[in-house]
Structure formats: C-alpha cells, structure tokens
C-alpha cells in the first residue's frame, strides 16, 4: 500500500485532497502544520508527499529543504501545492527539491495525474 501525505493548515482543503485522493490502494496521512507534517515524514516515510507552502511552524519551502539535506528523506516526490504563483516562488521550490508545482485553485484530475506519475502508477486505475 502506498503511503501519500497531505500537509496542508487549511482543513477544507485537507478534506478535499482526502476525498480527491481516496482509493483502497493508498494510505492517507495528513497533516496540519510544517513541524507535524516533517515528523511525520519521518515516522511514515510516505511514497507522495503534497505540500502547501504556507504553513504554521514551519512553511513547505523549510520541510522540502529539511527533507533535501536528510538521505533518507530525500529520494521522496514533493508536489508543491499552493497560492504562491509567481516564476520566483516555483524556482524557489524547484531549489528546495519540489518535483512538481500545482497552483491553487488547482484540478483534481491533474492532482490525480501527479501524483501517479510520480508513484509510476498507471492512470487506469482511475478510469470511471
């Protein structure tokens, strides 16, 4: 089963990437801060990690960079997940090890592609 955390300090959009992102094949973890949501990476070491930039206790630029500098973290796809829009900020995130850069408000399906992609899944599975 693949593991897929959710970091993100807005909880309607939590519930949505949840419900997005829903399928027997997938563990979803989530959290609601920087500090809790690089802990968790940690402890879960998840196969998709979807970020949102700006966050309580630590910003998702501070957890990509912490998980670039740890080995053990770093092999672990990123999809930076955010309102922050502008050429600078996804440079800053491509610097930070982001793999892919979704701006709010974003598709699901294109979420959905993501993150297959970057687990190597076929998007079959999701076919209606």
Same mark, same amino acid.
């Given at each position: 089963?693949?593991?897929?955390?959710?970091?993100?300090?807005? @909880? *309607?959009? +939590?519930?949505?990437?949840?419900?997005?992102?829903?399928?027997?094949?997938? +563990?979803?973890? @989530?959290?609601?801060?920087?500090?809790? %949501?690089?802990?968790? $990476?940690?402890? @879960?070491?998840?196969?998709?990690?979807?970020? *949102?930039?700006?966050?309580?206790?630590?910003?998702? $630029?501070?957890?990509? +960079?912490?998980?670039?500098?740890?080995?053990?973290?770093?092999?672990?796809?990123? $999809?930076?997940?955010?309102?922050? *829009?502008?050429?600078?900020?996804?440079?800053?995130?491509?610097?930070?090890?982001?793999? %892919?850069?979704?701006?709010?408000?974003?598709?699901?399906?294109?979420?959905?592609?993501?993150?297959?992609?970057?687990?190597? @899944?076929?998007? %079959? +599975?999701?076919?209606?």
């Amino acid at each position: 089963m693949k593991t897929i955390l959710i970091a993100d300090d807005e @909880e *309607d959009l +939590r519930a949505l990437l949840l419900m997005t992102l829903e399928d027997p094949a997938y +563990r979803l973890v @989530e959290a609601s801060d920087g500090e809790s %949501a690089l802990q968790l $990476i940690q402890t @879960e070491h998840p196969d998709v990690v979807i970020l *949102d930039w700006m966050m309580p206790k630590k910003n998702g $630029i501070e957890v990509a +960079r912490a998980m670039q500098a740890h080995p053990q973290l770093s092999y672990i796809p990123i $999809i930076m997940l955010t309102a922050k *829009d502008q050429t600078d900020d996804q440079d800053q995130g491509q610097e930070a090890g982001v793999c %892919a850069y979704l701006v709010k408000p974003f598709s699901p399906l294109q979420l959905l592609d993501l993150v297959q992609q970057l687990m190597g @899944e076929s998007s %079959a +599975r999701f076919a209606g």
